[in-house]
């Protein structure tokens, strides 16, 4: 976890790779529950046998939401800001899936802050941010996202 004491040291880290994080391992699990909440179920996803005989990648996969959806968590576990009182995901602005997460893929996070803004009560940041899958060369999500933090 990379800890960020002063808005100082914040801005010294742009167009720096800030934090690389650790692995987390997308289970099936995992995937039959975003199913649920967004009420994709399409075979890909979550039907394993379907996905067996006559997907290319001869198993299920995540949905590229999904892998999207845990920027926050892993973007929390990698970099903390010491000084500030509240974040705030203010969206995106590019993303790209080039790879697909097969079930039981491990995932981290790379970031790299690309831009810090003064704000009223705070600063926005933008930060580059690259998926990779274990034991792959090519990235699962490429996102430009934008956060806040308030002091």
């Not at 289970?27 to 996905?51: C, K, M, P, S, Y």
Request: charged letters at 25%; hydrophobic letters at 40%; one cysteine or more.
């Amino acid at each position: 976890m990379r800890v960020i004491a002063s808005v100082e040291e914040l801005k010294s880290l742009v167009g720096k790779e800030v934090a690389v994080t650790d692995w987390i391992t997308i289970t099936q699990e995992r995937i039959n529950l975003f199913a649920q909440a967004t009420g994709d179920h399409q075979w890909i996803h979550v039907d394993a046998d379907r996905a067996r005989k006559e997907s290319p990648y001869g198993t299920t996969i995540a949905h590229g939401f999904l892998t999207l959806s845990l920027l926050p968590m892993i973007m929390e576990g990698a970099v903390t800001m010491s000084m500030a009182k509240m974040g705030v995901n203010y969206g995106l602005n590019k993303v790209r899936f080039p790879a697909p997460v097969p079930v039981d893929s491990r995932i981290r996070g790379r970031m790299t802050l690309k831009e810090v803004e003064d704000i009223e009560g705070g600063v926005q940041m933008t930060w580059s941010v690259t998926l990779e899958r274990d034991g792959s060369d090519k990235p699962v999500c490429v996102a430009e996202s934008v956060s806040r933090r308030y002091w």
